[in-house]
Every structure is written in structure tokens, then in C-alpha cells.
């Protein structure tokens, strides 16, 4: 009987693996680096080589597993009257985005999700800045659009990026509210995925494959094991995911 290796576990080939690991391994420095942005590398980066429906369930498991651990150091700086809000409109957008995903043909979901990336990096990049401090309606909407973006593709963290950027917050109270947003929101996505038949043995055998390079690459972002600012590596994380979703865009136009 043949040895049980992670090429069986992931039914990828050696190639494939490789570049994959690569992915989650860029993506993970990212996440503990920066605070943001893997999901979107990793859903991006594995939809060249993996449906979109298997790759988005794979990376909501995969941040929740980056996530966990971090929120028992910031929970005290969590800004809970933002967190509801978001969490709400969170709550009745995800379906939708979650039955697109399963329903719609993977190169149409290619152009979907890089089209979403693409568009919400060249906000943070250009410095989009909302005119006015949004209230109750305005951080629902946000909610709204961050469900349906991380059902669709595991990027509902970027709108909220993009909502704590324009609206000015705090940084502590900031990335508090985002790494339990995040917890939240997918796990919600996760059941929601599992109800629309999402995830599968594959899913879950790739995913337990993946989270070892994931935990080392948010290992080595914590440390900061890289020598440069904050601001430089932000700016080479958005050209990363521009890079990432001008190649989807373009695998799923030419298909």
C-alpha cells in the first residue's frame, strides 16, 4: 500500500503543490505582518491552479486558523458597537455570495473575484478616504459588501480594510475589531459554505496540508522577520494582489 503523502492528501501535482505552498506561504508573512491580505493572495494565487469553489472554503479555514490565536491579546481594544454592525450586515450579505460561488462556472468566478480585488487595492492604493465619518447605516453597508466580497471570494476583509482606512480609526482599536470580524465572519462563511456543499473531503485534506506553511509564514510576518517599514511592505502586498488579479482577470477572460 503506498506511502500517504501530501500529493494524495491534496490530489495536486508536484508542480502544483509547490507554487501553492509558495502562495500561502507569501500570504501568511503578509497576514502577520500587515494584518491583511491573505485571503485575498490566496484566493487570487490558488484560483490559477484550483476552482474558485474549492479555493475560497480552503481559505476561509486558513484564516480562521491564522486568526484564532491572536485574539486573546486584543480583545480588550475591540471597538464593539463598529464590531455589531459590521457583523450584521456581514450576516445578510454572505449567502448571496456563497450561492454565487457555488452556482456560477469557475473562469466567470475568476473574473468576479479579481475584479473585486483589483478594484478595492486600487482604493487603498490611491488613499480613498470616505468625505465623512459613516454612522450606523454606513458601517451596516459596509457589513453588507464585506459579506457578500469574503462569500464570493474570502476578501471580506478588504472593505472593511478600506472602511477602517477612510474613516480614520485607531489603529489598536482597528486591528482588534478586524482580527475578530474576521473570526466571526468565517466562521459564519464556513457553515454557510458547508450548507451549499462547499466543503468537501478535498477541501478539508488540502486545507490541513496548507495551514503548516501557513503557521510558519505568519510565524516569521509576526517576528517581523522582514527588514523593511510597515508602509513599504503594504505598498508590496496591494501590488502583489493587483499582480495576482490582473493574471486571474486575464486567465478568465482568455478561457
Do not use: C
Not at 454592525?85 to 445578510?92: E, H
Not at 479579481?114 to 478594484?119: D, F, M
Not at 447605516?137 to 476578501?155: P, Q, R, W
Not at 482597528?174 to 466571526?184: D, G, K, M, P, Q
Amino acid at each position: 500500500m503506498p506511502a500517504l503523502t501530501s500529493f494524495t492528501l491534496t490530489g495536486m501535482d508536484a508542480g502544483g503543490l509547490a507554487y501553492a505552498v509558495l502562495v500561502i506561504l507569501v500570504a501568511a508573512v503578509v497576514r502577520g505582518y500587515t494584518g491583511f491580505g491573505a485571503a485575498a493572495i490566496m484566493v487570487t494565487g490558488l484560483s490559477l491552479v484550483l476552482p474558485p469553489a474549492e479555493v475560497v472554503p480552503i481559505a476561509l479555514i486558513l484564516e480562521i486558523v491564522a486568526s484564532v490565536g491572536l485574539v486573546p491579546h486584543v480583545w480588550r481594544a475591540v471597538d464593539w458597537r463598529l464590531l455589531w454592525w459590521l457583523s450584521a450586515g456581514a450576516v445578510l450579505g454572505m449567502p448571496l455570495g456563497v450561492a454565487m460561488l457555488a452556482h456560477l462556472p469557475a473562469d466567470r468566478m475568476r473574473i468576479v473575484i479579481s475584479t473585486l480585488v483589483l478594484g478595492a487595492s486600487l482604493l487603498i492604493w490611491f488613499g480613498y478616504r470616505f468625505r465623512s465619518s459613516p454612522g450606523r447605516a454606513g458601517i451596516f453597508g459596509t457589513g453588507i459588501v464585506s459579506g457578500l466580497a469574503n462569500g464570493v471570494a474570502a476578501i471580506g476583509g478588504l472593505p472593511v480594510v478600506l472602511f477602517l482606512l477612510s474613516a480614520a480609526a485607531g489603529a489598536a482599536a482597528s486591528r482588534a475589531t478586524l482580527i475578530v470580524y474576521f473570526i466571526f465572519t468565517d466562521l459564519y462563511g464556513t457553515g454557510v459554505a458547508a450548507t451549499n456543499g462547499l466543503m468537501t473531503r478535498d477541501v478539508a485534506l488540502r486545507a490541513v496540508v496548507f495551514a503548516v506553511p501557513l503557521l510558519a509564514g505568519v510565524a516569521i510576518g509576526n517576528r517581523q522577520f522582514l527588514k523593511t517599514s510597515p508602509d513599504s511592505f503594504r505598498r508590496f502586498t496591494l501590488l502583489l494582489l493587483m499582480a495576482l488579479a490582473s493574471l486571474g482577470l486575464i486567465r478568465g477572460l482568455v478561457a
